[in-house]
C-alpha cells in the first residue's frame, strides 16, 4: 500500500536561511505527489505538485521540489525562510486517495 | 472564486449524541472529500463522493457516514459520539477525474473544530 514518510517531526531554521523538508514514498508506481502547508487553525494550501516530466516543480510563496525516484523522495526546498513561513507542512501521495504524511512543524527563528 | 467553506467551524457536543458537518466545494467542483485529522493519528481519509456517489471510502467505523447533494454540497455525520471523535475535519474539493493536470489536487477548507466532551 502507498505511504508517506516525513522523517522529521520538528525543524526549526533561522529567517534568510535555506530549508529543506525530507519527503519518502512508498508506491509501486510513480505516484502523484504533493506538498501542502497548513497554518494554525486553517486548512491545507497547496504549495506545489508533481504528476510528471521536469523533476523540479517550482510552487507558491518560492517553494521547490526535486522528484528522486531512485530515492523515492520527494523533497520541499526554499533558499531563504521568511518568518512567515513558520507552519506545519505536509507531504502527500494522491492514489485512489490521498495519503498524507505525518507532517512537519517549521519554527522560524528571528 | 469562492474557495471551499465549512459550516460550522466549531462545535462541542457531548458523548452519544451526533453531529453533522456541511460542506460546499468550489464553484464547478464536484468532487469532495472529507479527512480528520488529530495530534495523534494526523490526517485520515473518511471517503470521498462524486456525483453523489461514495467512490471510496477510508478504515473508520459505520458511525461516519457521508452524502452528497445534487449541487456537489457534502455532508457528514458521526453518530454516538465519542471522545476519541474529538478532531479537526476537512473537506476537500477538487475537478471532476479524468483531467491529468487536476488529478487528485484538492483544494481544502477550513474544516470544523469538533469537541466531544
Known amino acids: 500500500a502507498q505511504s508517506v514518510t516525513q522523517p522529521d517531526i520538528h525543524i526549526t531554521v533561522s529567517e534568510g536561511a535555506s530549508l529543506e523538508l525530507r519527503c519518502n514514498y512508498s508506491?509501486?508506481?510513480?505516484?502523484?505527489l504533493f506538498w501542502y502547508v497548513q497554518s494554525p487553525g486553517q486548512g491545507l494550501q497547496l504549495l506545489l505538485k508533481?504528476?510528471?516530466?521536469?523533476?523540479l516543480v517550482q510552487g507558491i510563496k518560492g517553494f521547490e521540489a526535486e522528484f528522486k525516484r531512485s530515492q523515492s523522495s520527494f523533497n520541499l526546498r526554499k533558499p531563504s525562510v521568511h518568518w512567515s513561513d513558520a507552519a506545519e507542512y505536509f507531504c502527500?501521495?494522491?492514489?485512489?486517495?490521498?495519503?498524507f504524511g505525518a507532517g512537519t512543524r517549521l519554527t522560524v527563528k528571528p | 472564486k469562492a474557495g471551499v467553506t465549512q459550516t460550522p467551524r466549531y462545535l462541542i457536543k457531548t458523548r452519544g449524541q451526533q453531529v453533522t458537518l456541511s460542506c460546499s466545494p468550489i464553484s464547478g467542483h464536484r468532487s469532495v472529500s472529507w479527512y480528520q485529522q488529530t495530534p495523534g493519528q494526523g490526517l485520515q481519509f473518511l471517503f470521498e463522493y462524486f456525483s453523489e456517489t461514495q467512490r471510496n471510502k477510508g478504515n473508520f467505523p459505520g458511525r461516519f457516514s457521508g452524502r452528497q447533494f445534487s449541487n456537489s454540497r457534502s455532508e457528514m455525520n458521526v453518530s454516538t459520539l465519542e471522545l476519541g471523535d474529538s478532531a479537526l475535519y476537512l473537506c476537500?474539493?477538487?475537478?471532476?477525474?479524468?483531467?491529468?493536470?487536476?488529478?487528485?489536487?484538492?483544494?481544502f477548507g477550513p474544516g470544523t473544530r469538533l469537541t466531544v466532551l
Open positions: 502527500a501521495v494522491g492514489v485512489s486517495d490521498m495519503r
Open positions: 508533481y504528476f510528471s516530466g521536469d523533476t
Open positions: 508506491y509501486g508506481a510513480t505516484p502523484y
Open positions: 476537500a474539493s477538487s475537478l471532476p477525474p479524468g483531467g491529468r493536470s487536476s488529478y487528485n489536487e484538492q483544494f
